[in-house]
């Protein structure tokens, strides 16, 4: 092909090699492919084929943030940022899917960010752009992808062809591939942008819920323009119930951020059945699902089933992967595998004479929650649990320092569910017991931050709180009501405890 300049059957055939050593989904499979786009991106310089290069660019910065290395996110942004320079092209206007997909490579690099203001903004902009991109002519129902190829000195294709290389309406030589159809890229935005909307205030998780939902509804709904042959059929439901099993797993432990347990559970079992009914066993949905079942059972009081889920092997801080992690499946394990570990130590501190185990515990995650690419979210997690689990260890000023830096890197993140458990720990610890306005003044606050949260067990919380203060500044009354809220509430919130 090279030697009879068959250009269009070279670039069909390289595709096919990306295709089969992402199969691999391994750091050597990733290497290879980012060869062998490499090779494309070369040859689609040298022959001005811009619908190659944006494609490329768009696979290249969909790799880099596979791979999960270390610069993996800039690595990305480079590649999206060349793709977004080649958006105005004569090209692109006939790839409405490229768009849509660029899109979405954007948002998930702002997601992985923690950046939430630059992520609620791109969320914005890409269900407008969906909706304008699912709206072109261009994008044909069924996902298929036609590539426009400079004539150049390559031979056209004169013969009819309805595999990869074709030629047709949009040249003489077309590279045709399969694609996202408008079906699942709306599910697919969907379940993003729901992630997106997660760590907000509860309107927002109202907006993130909904989100879920519509992308549960699409996995369901009836697509009549799926691809006609057997085995592509399989793959698109395959992945459809895959990417559900995720939405699924998010909506989950959002319910469980609410308290809502029941609801939680229903979806728990859920996913157990699909995985009874040839949902295939694969990374990071296995882990997933277990680390949610030892969530939804500490919810409910049942620590000792909670306790046996987060001390499964695949949650062990020592395997090599959470040491260093070499893609992005290896790094989502390793930060569930710190969750679990967290989880496991707020547990082990109900325990007397574990002080040693916790101990230990936190010294071995440490590391891994303050490695480069971490997780900023588990870094603010671990200052607060230092503190609610060795605060008889640590002196008034470490205490203090571990509880600004779980709340300064929780503000910064929005994340309303640790501020609230900082502020509601802080009024706790240095307010409670104290006569005057300011004690008072600080549960109150704490409430207020817990409810704007939107989980109720921390209402209740910081409502017993404040009944204690009252009671200490004479407001025998207030006092009383407030503790009987409290009360009603950690029954509602916690019924495997009452």
């Keep these: 092909m090279v030697a009879y300049q068959h250009v269009t059957w070279l670039y069909a055939c390289r595709f096919l090699r990306v295709s089969m050593d992402l199969e691999m989904s391994s750091t ?3 290497n290879r492919v980012l060869q062998s786009l490499n090779g494309i991106v070369k040859m689609a310089k040298e022959r001005h084929d811009d619908s190659i290069l944006l494609i490329t660019s768009t696979m290249q910065a969909h790799i880099r943030l596979l791979s999960g ?29 490229l768009i849509a997909f660029i899109r979405v490579l954007d948002l998930t690099c702002s997601i992985l960010g923690s950046d939430v203001r630059q992520t609620k903004s791109k969320m914005r902009e890409s269900l407008l752009q969906l909706e304008q991109m699912l709206n072109s002519p261009e994008w044909s129902d069924d996902g298929i992808i036609h590539l426009p190829l400079n004539p150049g000195p390559t031979p056209p294709a004169t013969f009819s062809c309805t595999g990869a290389v074709s030629s047709g309406a949009y040249g003489p030589n077309i590279l045709t591939l399969s694609w996202l159809s408008k079906h699942d890229m709306r599910m697919l935005v969907y379940y993003l942008c729901g992630v997106a909307a997660t760590p907000a205030n509860p309107a927002e998780m109202d907006q993130a819920e909904q989100f879920f939902t519509q992308a ?9 323009n799926l691809p006609h042959s057997l085995s592509s059929i399989d793959t698109s439901h395959e992945w459809r119930r895959t990417l559900g099993a995720y939405i699924k797993i998010h909506l989950a432990l959002l319910l469980c951020s609410r308290t809502q347990w029941k609801r939680a559970s ?17 990374e990071p949905l296995t882990t997933l699902t277990r680390y949610l079942e030892g969530v939804i059972s500490q919810g409910l009081g049942d620590t000792s089933t909670a306790l046996r889920s987060f001390t499964l092997s695949i949650f062990n801080p020592h395997l090599d992967f959470c040491q260093a992690p070499t893609t992005s499946t290896q790094r989502i394990q390793r930060d569930l595998t710190i969750l679990a570990t967290l989880n496991r130590i707020l547990i082990e501190r109900s325990i007397p004479g574990n002080e040693s185990k916790i101990t230990s515990l936190i010294n071995t995650i440490e590391p891994l929650c303050m490695a480069i690419n971490s997780n900023k979210h588990l870094r603010s997690a671990l200052s607060f649990i230092k503190v609610c689990s060795q605060g008889t260890q640590l002196s008034v000023i470490e205490t203090k320092k571990h509880l600004e830096e779980a709340l300064t890197m929780a503000r910064d993140l929005s994340n309303t569910q640790l501020v609230s458990l900082s502020m509601s720990f802080l009024n706790w610890k240095f307010l409670r017991g104290m006569v005057g306005p300011q004690a ?24 017993g709180t404040l009944a204690e203060s009252l009671e200490l500044q004479g407001k025998v009354d207030e ?8 009360v009603e509430l950690a029954r509602i919130c916690t019924p495997g405890f009452f």
């Design 440 to 463: 008072e003044k600080g549960a109150r606050a704490a409430v207020m931050t817990a409810t704007n949260a939107g989980n109720q067990l921390w209402v209740s919380v910081s409502k």
């Design 69 to 97: 290395g270390q610069d993996a996110m800039e690595q990305a942004q480079r590649h999206l940022a060349t793709a977004q320079s080649l958006q105005l092209s004569a090209a692109a206007s006939r790839l409405p899917q």
């Design 28 to 30: 050597h499979g990733f």
């Design 216 to 224: 549960l509804q699409l996995e369901h709904a009836e697509n009549t």
């Design 266 to 282: 229903g979806i728990m079992e859920e996913l157990t059945t699909h995985q009874n009914h040839g949902l295939p066993p694969t």
């Design 479 to 486: 006092a009383k009501t407030v503790k009987e809220e409290a």
